[in-house]
Every structure is written in C-alpha cells, then in structure tokens.
C-alpha cells in the first residue's frame, strides 16, 4: 500500500552537491519519521540521516556539515542535500520511512529501491 521512490542520484564529481528525493505514495496515515540510508560496495548499510515528525534531525558523524536532510510534510517527500561530496560517500542510497498505512494499527519501516550516488573525477 505504501511505495518510496527516490531519485536524484548520479555521478558527480568530489567537491561537488546532489540532491536526493524520496516521495512516499500510497494508502498513507501518517509518517512519523523518514531517513536516508546508504551501503558501499564491502561495507554495511548505514545511517545517514533521519528526521522525525517534530522535525528533529540526526546524521552520521561522517556527513556532518555536508549533509542536510529535509522534508516537505505536505508532499510526503523527504530530500537529502549533499554538498562537498567525497569518493567515500559513493554508495547506494536507501529511503526509508516509518510509516503508518491507512487501516494499519502502528507504524512499520518502508524502504525505496534505491538510487546509485557516485563521486568520482
């Protein structure tokens, strides 16, 4: 019932910016809180940013300063804007969101498909 779709992804130089997109679509009540995730080639998916419904926003140490996670409620879509972008940051990056489907009791994780980001010169 509840479908993420991210976009924005691509091949950008170090040093340069990318802006991803996640809209959530569907049979949606409400969303409590929405982040973006990546995984490297060899390496762990992890954490990147995460933003609450109250707005409340957390990073990964190493995207702090570069990173900022945002949304538009009204829309349903989160953004991740990246700036002085590193080869170290090429990764898959994953949308996910807690959210509530329309005739579900609680919240449940919703994951995107995934868009390649990848820094190199």
């Known amino acids: 019932q509840v479908q993420l779709v991210e976009s924005g992804g691509g091949l950008v130089q170090p040093g340069g910016s990318l802006r991803l997109s996640c809209a959530a679509s569907?049979?949606?009540?409400?969303?409590?809180?929405m982040g973006w995730y990546r995984q490297a080639p060899g390496k762990q998916r992890e954490l990147v940013a995460h933003?609450?419904?109250?707005?409340?926003?957390n990073y990964v140490d190493s995207v702090k300063g570069r990173f900022t996670i945002s949304r538009d409620n009204a829309k349903n879509t989160v953004y991740l804007q990246m700036n002085s972008l590193k080869p170290e940051d090429t990764a898959v990056y994953y949308c996910?969101?807690?959210?509530?489907?329309?005739?579900?009791?609680?919240?449940?994780?919703?994951w995107g498909q995934g868009t390649q980001v990848t820094v190199s010169s």
């Open positions: 569907g049979s949606i009540f409400s969303i409590a809180a």
């Open positions: 933003i609450t419904s109250d707005g409340s926003t």
């Open positions: 996910n969101g807690l959210i509530k489907a329309s005739g579900y009791v609680s919240h449940a994780f919703y």
